[in-house]
């Protein structure tokens, strides 16, 4: 088993910067990629970006490509989430997200191997 504990989240103000962690701990050796989504209020949850835990390609859904950036330190087990010139959209729970054993992770989200819990960022001036 694995498990994530996502931290960073809070108020903060459109144009400003937040950065998310998702600190990995059990079996995170087998671990084939990590990724985040976000979940708005009464919207369905949304996929962010995604990172491959060994070569650490990335990729970005377009409606945060260029604002938002992942990366991950194995070594410290964490992954990231840099989003700068955050707006009003923004704002939803944010989920760390990750699979393991070769298996892509879904941007549909479904089948993913293990979820954090989970934690809110709200964009408001």
């Known amino acids: 088993q694995v498990q994530l504990v996502e931290t960073g989240g809070g108020l903060v103000q459109p144009g400003g910067s937040l950065r998310l962690s998702c600190v990995l701990s059990?079996?995170?050796?087998?671990?084939?990629?990590m990724g985040w989504f976000r979940q708005a209020p009464g919207k369905e949850r949304d996929f962010v970006a995604r990172i491959y835990r060994h070569s650490g390609y990335a990729t970005n859904a377009d409606s945060v490509r260029g604002r938002f950036t992942i990366s991950r330190d194995n070594d410290k087990n964490t992954v990231y989430l840099q989003r700068d010139t955050l707006k009003p959209e923004d704002t939803a729970v944010y989920y760390c997200a990750a699979t393991d054993n070769g298996k892509v992770l879904p941007f549909s989200g479904t089948g993913v191997d293990f979820w954090g819990q989970g934690t809110q960022v709200t964009v408001s001036s």
């Open positions: 059990g079996r995170t050796s087998r671990l084939y990629m």
